[in-house]
């Protein structure tokens, strides 16, 4: 049986796209409380079926997928690559979706052709026409210049047409690394993504009593709440300010002022980082003037997170890289956990495995550790590592995990790495516990 939070995300899924949703609307239709109609709208936000819109208000929009290949501009590959622009400055705001390396016959490369490509290719002008009839961009390399038949084509079709001096092996290089620093970068979900907006955020003023805290509590379930004059935000008011007081007593004698603040930049992990450790359950969201525009809740963070754990990555981090040589394993005494062989890009100088790799490796097995043993996903906040003796390129290592504490809070886990059965580093690595949602 579908709870009342499903029943308002499938209401909302059914509504036009374009269609006005408030929190009062949506509880009155469908007979259900505002706090309940609250927390389902900003769900449906975070589930991009929803957006709240300066001056026009909350609409139900057309669900699109966050992250692509589209985030990079023709104008800042001409940038990227030191590049001229020769003909269709129009299409430099247009984004690139791939690029296609001009290496193959005429027939050939056309079946690679799709819209916002971008064909990289040397001194062949027959390609340049071919590639621009088909609505693709064109990068001569070599420090080749384009017909003067080629340069009309490209205003006519808005479709960029750039030289630059390097080779073709290094601007694909360069495009490429480009594209996936993109990619690595907004895969970092920060809360610009996940913040309630200030129309929707309930907030208090010098003029109100504990009487309305109180009254805000009964509709949002939130015991938190900003307190604000002219849009700035001047104190928060929780649980603890207004015990024993009298609801008449106004907020402004109770709040706490100077409160924890977070910006929109901010990531996630660090925000629910800040949350745990200063036990809060909102926090406000400010402009650098103090402005208030918006807050986030506990309850947002910790979803958020375990939203981003669930997803599959587009590209590879280092540190994917890095734990792609790390393999789980058990055998007969029950000793080693996990295992790896030291590759040419963990070493140091000196040709043993370098300081940040190995606590890459003790970082990610405490994650696992913690997990398998509480059920529960956590974020690595201090890690004490001792380091024996020096591992080399080619070495097997073993690690060896155990959470020996935790409680609903924290978890303590002691990482052992061995190298011919001799203990060679000792870790004990303190994680916060993201509470499940």
């Not at 008011?237 to 924890?260: F, S, W, Y």
């Not at 910006?263 to 103090?290: F, R």
């Not at 890459?360 to 529960?376: C, G, M, P």
Request: hydrophobic residues 40%; charged residues 20%.
């Amino acid at each position: 049986m579908a709870t009342k939070h499903d029943l308002i995300i499938q209401h909302i899924e059914s509504l036009p796209i374009g269609e006005r949703i408030s929190v009062r609307g949506i509880a009155k239709q469908l007979r259900m409380s505002e706090g309940t109609a609250y927390r389902a709208i900003k769900d449906a936000e975070m589930l991009g079926i929803v957006s709240t819109i300066e001056r026009v208000g909350t609409i139900r929009i057309e669900k699109k997928t966050k992250y692509s290949f589209d985030m990079l501009t023709f104008k800042e590959v001409v940038r990227i690559i030191e590049g001229n622009v020769l003909g269709g400055e129009a299409g430099l705001e247009r984004h690139l979706s791939k690029f296609i390396i001009g290496a193959m016959t005429k027939e050939a490369m056309v079946r690679y052709f799709t819209s916002d490509s971008l064909m990289i290719v040397g001194n062949r002008e027959e390609i340049q026409l071919h590639a621009l009839e088909h609505d693709v961009a064109v990068l001569i390399t070599g420090g080749f210049h384009a017909s003067q038949r080629v340069i009309d084509l490209a205003n006519e079709r808005s479709l960029p047409v750039i030289s630059t001096t390097f080779d073709t092996f290094t601007v694909a290089t360069v495009i490429n690394r480009s594209m996936t620093d993109y990619l690595i970068k907004n895969e970092i979900m920060t809360i610009q993504d996940i913040y309630t907006s200030i129309d929707q955020t309930p907030i208090l003023t010098l003029e109100d009593t504990i009487e309305d805290y109180q009254r805000l509590v009964t509709q949002t379930g939130l015991h938190r709440f900003p307190v604000c004059h002219n849009n700035r935000l001047i104190g928060v008011v929780a649980a603890t300010d207004i015990a024993g007081k009298q609801d008449k007593l106004p907020i402004e004698r109770v709040m706490t002022k100077d409160p924890v603040t977070v910006k929109t930049h901010m990531s996630i992990a660090s925000v629910s980082h800040k949350m745990i450790w200063e036990d809060l359950e909102m926090i406000p969201v400010v402009e650098d003037n103090l402005q208030l525009i918006g807050m986030v809740t506990r309850q947002e963070v910790s979803k958020a997170i375990q939203l981003v754990q669930q997803q599959p990555q587009m590209v590879n981090t280092f540190e994917d890289d890095m734990m792609a040589h790390l393999a789980e394993y058990t055998n007969p005494d029950q000793k080693y956990q996990f295992r790896s062989v030291v590759q040419p890009q963990m070493i140091n100088n000196f040709g043993t495995i370098s300081y940040g790799v190995l606590s890459e490796f003790i970082a990610n097995i405490a994650y696992r550790q913690v997990l398998a043993t509480t059920k529960l996903n956590s974020v690595i906040e201090k890690i004490d590592l001792h380091y024996f003796n020096l591992i080399q390129i080619g070495n097997e290592i073993q690690f060896h995990a155990d959470v020996f504490h935790y409680n609903r809070k924290a978890a303590l886990t002691q990482v052992d790495v061995y190298h011919e059965n001799t203990l060679a580093a000792r870790a004990i690595v303190t994680s916060q516990i993201i509470e499940r949602t």
